[in-house]
């Protein structure tokens, strides 16, 4: 029941997170509106045959940083500072994945 309160009992904090909400999914939908016929400098480069070799690089370092990085650190769970590192590497890996992804689909 607290949950539908928290408008009445906190507008300001309600009203900057969904302000916050907006700053984040403004750029995305602007950039899934733009026309695919546009092709920008840094889209081209980054669609390129060199692109899709410089994230395999991307990959393999990636993958010995934090595959054989966090295998050095002694293992205290996810809240210990290594967890921290770890998440940074998840997310981290997902962005140079999917950006491999797209230079590869991409022409």
Do not use: D, K
Not at 36 to 64: D, M, P
Not at 75 to 84: F, L
Request: glycine share 10%.
């Amino acid at each position: 029941m607290q949950l539908f309160t928290l408008i009445l009992t906190q507008p300001v904090q309600v009203g900057i997170s969904i302000l916050l909400s907006i700053a984040i999914v403004l750029p995305v939908v602007f950039a899934a509106m733009s026309p695919e016929r546009r092709r920008v400098g840094w889209v081209r480069r980054i669609t390129s045959s060199n692109a899709r070799a410089f994230f395999v690089v991307l990959i393999v370092v990636w993958a010995l940083a934090f595959g054989v990085g966090l295998q050095m650190v002694p293992h205290e769970g996810a809240n210990s500072p290594y967890g921290g590192i770890a998440l940074i590497a998840l997310f981290s890996g997902f962005f140079i994945m999917m950006g491999f992804l797209w230079s590869v689909i991409g022409e």
